[in-house]
């Protein structure tokens, strides 16, 4: 069977909208049946699998380093859709992790 492969920020994860992801309250309360997040709709309309790898505050870098991990896995008629985020997430090494400077200032204080 094809895969649908979808790759983003919380657009793509289904922020608000997944029983499974921060800020459910919308999911929670209010999700009526049909409701689904976009890259279901799109798997349903195509019949195939879906695995989203959207991340919530997820930068840019960390969307094409999703795609490199799961590159070796694409199959021939396969579909990738790839939904970037804004310009100004990035991803800064520090102290052997990865940091995301938009996401941190954004959503916590403990930026370094």
Known sequence: MNI????????????????DGPDNEYCLNYKK????????HL????NVEVKNYGSCGASNDFIID???DN???FKENDYVIISFAFYSRFDIP???????PYFYKNYSNDFP
Do not use: A, Q, V
């Open 4 to 19: 649908l492969w979808t790759f983003g920020d919380s657009f793509t994860f289904g922020h608000g909208c997944r029983p």
């Open 71 to 73: 590159w070796d896995s």
């Open 43 to 46: 798997g349903k309309m195509l």
């Open 33 to 40: 049946e049909g409701d689904d997040i976009w890259p279901n």
């Open 94 to 100: 520090y102290d052997g992790e990865l940091l995301s």
């Open 66 to 68: 999703s795609i490199i």
